[in-house]
């Protein structure tokens, strides 16, 4: 029982009373059913097997087998969500992190389940998406795991049975690689310590689930050979779960089986609790007998000395989840460096930069003019451990070929006619920092070459020298065109593009992540409102549903000059659509664009509005245009204002 | 100079010894690791003291009562040290410190700086390996009998099936097992020259290999006992208890010859 995967906390636990409505429905609307546990959707736990398991483990074939019969019962864990577990959020959350320090509420506490949810979230992590909010929460389950593991004795205490009696396994053998142990036992106990001592790498395992067997076990170490030791093995563990064979409960047997063993130390455990003998073990040289009273003390023992690490932990697990509460609730989940954004997809490459930055990977950003691309290389700078560091932007369109390369590269005294001095080039002054070779697209093809030359050998050669000079730097890199295409084309050399793609981060444009827009809009808004100092404080209703229906080409800096625009143009505190630059006001939303797919009624609102507006507010002309009678005009019209 | 140099390094020990009682009572990472910081730091002034007593008094410091303890002290250091830094186990420092602490302030009580030359034969360099060797068998035998002491109270604590304080801190029988038996050999082996090497030129002077005199008699005696541990262990299939039983008796015999025999009972080998 390597894992249970049903003990994991239930995702649709969350909110069947909830004491702040907001947030919580937030939360279970965002977090959905995979995504908090994404082991409980049948694909992922079946990746998970496929890759964390080899086949031939029958325990984890069993499981998933286990898992699949499950799935057909309850219609699949995916597709439905599983029965509420959890009367509220802050109760599923409390589940959660116990989880991850392996802290169940029943009695089977083992730090292999802690282990189990680790690896189900990475593998998660590597085959899909998390969201921001179950990343943030997973970083702050290991980050309090670990805080536990350092500053108290919670993992120091042994939580159940079998890992009692693998704990003073330990103690006194110290591994158990070079170990041999005995299970007795046809039980469910017996193949749970076998188990056990299976994760523990044990050096060899003997299951004995019969009395014959038992018996032939016996008489393989007893009965005389030619050779002085028989071929069984000789057992440095003894743990009786059944009493099988009356011969083990039998202090003669092992006091030979001792002097066989030249009286190495000896862990003999009788779990069967009906020995009789115990007193005679006890006094039996480097023979440490365990019966099953005194392995229950030891669990006794140290779960009274847990109780106070619990409440401590209780009440960092509470600290944790009002700080989570209080993020999710905040705007500042939204942000990352100077990037604001509530889209799944800007949440993976913010996710993207947080797990690269500290690396010095290269790596190439693509997305049309005005995605932010430049923000995400200084993201990417701040991240890492080069922020206090420069960080050059180099615009390559924007310097004419000719000067690019002494601007790259510097060049020494005497180059070229007007080089006059020695010149630094952006690269040198980049030295420790990282530099941001905007449209790399448009680097002339020699250029190209030393480039290529100094990520693969950190040496750049200034014009007119003939010193290599090391450097380090890291170098990340933009641009608006198909590289690819490029490279097919012959425009782009193939060597430098594989060398830049190393990781690459596509920023989506604005229009294929609308939800952004309104976080976008206010974050501007707000911004300069400041900068104006003007009282503007939101979006009118209907300058709100401009901007959302309009396809942005110029992205997100078209959004920002929009609304600069609009700020300034501004009388009171609310923005117009009147407001709005003009040719955004009067774009029409085709009447089926992209993927957004409206119903019929609201296509129909869109487009009597609309109408209405052509018309220039004449009801009797619109209503003329539309097809219909005045007073279904107007009892529309009313239809639609009254949710307002 | 030398006192207050003195004292102060037994105040680093006493400081690191401070950080090992906590660490061992909280048994968290950090505290561990800093008290192993303090330890090597403790240890690296005592060498520097070392050295500044051997510039003073123009020889190494391992011929009066006063040196021979106090290079004592440090070579249990170095031992320990090295035992954590091959092992990756901090727990043992608690055990070993007061040991050093201890001998390091008996040191003091001898503390004489007189510039009266010991005789002759002590200033050759022979005789100065021959000490040398020695201490270090000595804290080796030291390192044996801290682990068989901790085998033993870590076992009855196992055979009373209570998780006290050493159940939960300390390492496994097996470890200590392992670390008591490599004392005994490498100290075996050191005992085993530094004596041979003493008797050799100790011979040259006297003409005479063996006498009945105390110290060698108590040092024979260590020999064979820890002679008695390696056989008891080859031939007899020794392990746990009674191995450390007889490295006990053996480091016991060893303090006997080291300490009571050579400052009261032995004549011959004063060489005055």
Redesign the interface.
Known sequence: MSFRVYHLPRPAGFALEEPRPVPCARLRDQLGVEELMCVLSPRQFELYLADGAPASNGVYVNEAERFRAFLAETGGAAAQSPQCEHASEAQALTHYFRSALGWLPQGERDEQHAKAFRAAHAEAQEHSHLGAQCNRLFERALWLTEKAR??T?FF?H?PGLATALLE?A?????GLQNRMALVLGNNMEAARAAQALRDADVGGMLLIQKASQAEDYLNGIFVETARENSLAPLPDLILIFEALHPQFDDPRLMQKLMAKR????LLLADLTGTTTQAPAF?KM??L?F?ART?LH??VE??SSARGQIENKITQWIADEIATFQQWLASDERFHFGRMVSSSPQMQTVFEMIARIARTDITVLIQGESGTGKELVAAAVHESSGRARRPFVVVNCGAIPESLLESELFGHVRGAFTGAITNKKGLFEEAHMGTIFLDEIGELPQQLQVKLLRFLQDNVIRKVGSNVNLQLDVRVLAATNRDLEEMVAQGKFRSDLFYRLNVIRLDLPPLRERRDDIPVLAQHFLRKFAARMRKPVAELSREAMQKLCNYPWPGNVRELENALERAVALSLDHEIAAAELPDHLRQHRAPALSGNARPSLKEMEQRYILETVEHCGNNYDEAARVLGIGRTTLWRKLKEYQAPE | MIPLAQWLVTLAYVLALAHYVKAFREGKDDSRKRSWQIAAVAIMLHFGYLVHLSFTIGRLPVTSVFETLTACAWFFGVAYLSVEWRLHETSLGLFILPFIIVLHSLSNLFLDLQRVLPPILLRELVFEIHVVILLFSYSAFAISFIASVLYLLLSREIQQKSTGLFYRRLPSLAFFDLLSNRGVNIGLLFLTLGVALGIYEGAKIAEQFFTWDAKFVAVALTWFIYCFHLLGRFKLGWQGKRAAVVSLLGFGSLLFSFLIVSLTLSKVHHFR
């Open positions: 350092i500053e004795d120091a042994t003073v330990g103690k006194i053998f110290g030249q009286r190495a130390p006890q040289y480097n440490f365990f005194d003390r030891l023992q140290n």
